[in-house]
């Protein structure tokens, strides 16, 4: 008899831990997969968060849901492989261009032109990005 139940305390203990990795899954699909401790913390304060719609709730929610955007744009390593590009690219381009305006361009001057703008565009949307996810001073 005392082998009956340990066999069945034991089953139940395995459908018990297969439910909660089953559960864990689920949860890990839900919040987009995203490992990072700084985003699992943000994920964590918008659970905890008071439910009461006041219209200070709703600043903080929004302002929680974009600074976890940024945050994980800012920490993924394409968006770094992309700027790293940009930079690379916006070398070429500047060393393209011609010191003086009696020496020609390599490239034509409204594809520099053009490409500045694009480059500076890139390099303020990561800056703002950065300052959304981290914050402008970081504090000690």
Do not use: H
Request: aromatic share 12%.
């Amino acid at each position: 008899v005392v082998d009956v139940y340990q066999t069945e305390f034991e089953e139940t203990m395995a459908e018990a831990e297969k439910a909660a990795l089953k559960e864990a899954e689920e949860e890990a699909k839900i919040k987009g997969g995203m490992e990072d401790k700084a985003v699992i913390e943000a994920n964590k304060a918008d659970e905890d968060e008071d439910t009461s719609w006041n219209f200070r709730n709703i600043l903080a929610r929004i302002n929680r849901r974009y600074n976890r955007l940024f945050l994980f744009l800012a920490q993924s390593p394409m968006f770094d492989s992309i700027v790293y590009g940009t930079i690379l690219v916006s070398s070429i381009f500047l060393a393209a261009d011609s010191p003086s305006p009696d020496i020609p361009p390599a490239f034509p001057r409204d594809v520099l032109i053009l490409g500045a703008w694009i480059f500076n565009s890139i390099f303020v949307a990561e800056c703002l990005s950065k300052v959304a996810a981290f914050g402008f001073i970081v504090p000690k």
